[in-house]
């Protein structure tokens, strides 16, 4: 069983920024982030592979990066200009066969999740 821890989030005016961080106890080919809203479903929001490459969704391209340190057994999101739209659970993802697909890789393995409020 793979642990999945999230930290970081919190309430933020527009404008503002945060950086969330997931500790893992063990790194897989591709981590990733993903966030569900309230009646809304789970999206993906940034995936980083072994080799450093990164995908994001349109919605935060530009506004959002995602880091892994291999050495921490860490994987961050650091959001800047966040938008009320950015409102939403984050939830820190790994990799397992039969998952969720998204951008190549399939996510099984999930946080608790970290609340994030932007407000107008």
């Known amino acids: 069983q793979v642990q999945v821890v999230e930290s970081g989030g919190g309430s933020v005016q527009a404008g503002g920024s945060l950086r969330l961080s997931c500790a893992v106890s063990?790194?897989?080919?591709?981590m990733g982030w993903f966030r569900q809203a309230p009646a809304k479903e789970r999206e993906g929001v940034a995936v980083?592979?072994?080799?450093?490459?990164?995908r994001y969704a349109d919605s935060v391209k530009g506004r959002f990066t995602i880091s892994l340190d291999n050495a921490k057994n860490t994987l961050d999101l650091q959001m800047n200009s966040l938008k009320p739209e950015d409102t939403a659970m984050y939830y820190c993802?790994?990799?397992?066969?039969?998952?969720?697909?998204?951008?190549?890789?399939?996510?099984?393995?999930w946080g608790q999740g970290t609340q994030v409020t932007v407000s107008s």
């Open positions: 980083i592979d072994s080799y450093g490459n990164t």
């Open positions: 993802a790994v990799p397992k066969y039969g998952g969720t697909y998204w951008v190549g890789c399939t996510f099984g393995y």
């Open positions: 063990t790194l897989r080919n591709c």
